[in-house]
């Protein structure tokens, strides 16, 4: 799993500065065909669909509405591709360490609240870092046990 997660970040990276790029307030579809001066009737004949329909893709993309399909018609018929991609706004090895630091520290505080209860609580610090250590390693090591909700 850790190799999937670095191999992941590695790609990602390449992509980190795409992060606070946004779609241009007309959307892309709109934005391109104005740049290159071509109009919804000329836009429509390339992508071989009615005017009204360039407009309504147009206006779909700018509700969000548009489908991949769609865009990338769009896409092609003004020379362009559509790279479709997650960002992540940190590394995918930082989420699941972080992930792991908040379910160890929940289950230890679960585990204390009963070692208590039983009169056997942990009194090192020292002892409560090495638990807390090791059980953030054990779960990054198997990170599908870090997604359950009770956490």
């Not at 992930?99 to 002892?127: C, F, I, N, P, Y």
Request: aromatic share 6%; proline share 3%; glycine share 4%.
């Amino acid at each position: 799993m850790k190799d999937a997660i670095r191999q992941l970040d590695q790609r990602f990276s390449a992509f980190r500065s795409l992060k606070d790029a946004t779609r241009p307030s007309k959307g892309w579809v709109r934005a391109v065909r104005d740049a290159l001066g071509m109009t919804t009737a000329q836009f429509a004949k390339r992508m071989g669909v009615s005017q009204p329909r360039v407009i309504a893709i147009e206006k779909a993309e700018i509700s969000k509405a548009i489908t991949l399909k769609t865009l990338e018609r769009a896409a092609e018929a003004v020379g362009c591709r559509v790279v479709y991609l997650f960002v992540p706004d940190r590394s995918l090895e930082e989420t699941v360490r972080s992930r792991a630091r908040h379910v160890a520290e929940k289950q230890l505080e679960t585990l204390g609240q009963t070692m208590r209860l039983e009169d056997q609580a942990v009194r090192s610090g020292k002892t409560r870092d090495a638990m807390r250590a090791k059980l953030i390693e054990d779960l990054v090591n198997e990170p599908a046990r870090l997604w359950d909700e009770k956490w």
